[in-house]
């Protein structure tokens, strides 16, 4: 029997996983707190600021949910050690995307327009939060 394509196959799954992030993505999705530096940023439902903080870390956003003023600023530092990035799905009305944040990265975006913007990491899906942008 030639094992050839099967080796083939699996070379290039190795490859592909690799490519993808290796084992810098935890095995499940974490639960529990976050000690990022996100705590300067208003949770959901609190005041609304003209400018807030999420942290990045142990494969999170801190906080989860944030509140800010329409013409506010929302800023996204990763001190995790893998790459991520906080976006919106492209169709939504005032889709954002930070771009590649790596580690000690930071990016930040203006939200001009009242609304609700759900986000996630696009390498790890399983990160997701919420900016909520008031008048």
């Not at 999705?29 to 000690?35: N, R, V, Y």
């Amino acid at each position: 029997m030639d094992f050839r394509p099967i080796a083939t196959c699996l070379t290039v799954a190795a490859l592909a996983l690799a490519g993808c992030g290796g084992d810098d993505e935890p095995a499940e999705k974490p639960s529990g707190a976050s000690s990022g530096g996100g705590t300067a940023a208003p949770s959901a439902g609190g005041p609304a600021k003209k400018a807030a903080k999420v942290g990045i870390s142990d494969f999170k956003y801190d906080p989860e949910a944030i509140r800010v003023k329409a013409g506010g600023t929302v800023t996204w530092d990763n001190s995790d050690s893998a790459k991520h990035n906080a976006q919106t799905e492209d169709e939504t009305e005032g889709a954002f995307d930070t771009g590649d944040l790596e580690k000690g990265d930071s990016k930040k975006v203006t939200f001009k327009e009242a609304g609700e913007f759900t986000y996630y990491c696009i390498y790890h899906r399983f990160m997701e939060a919420k900016v909520e942008v008031v008048e």
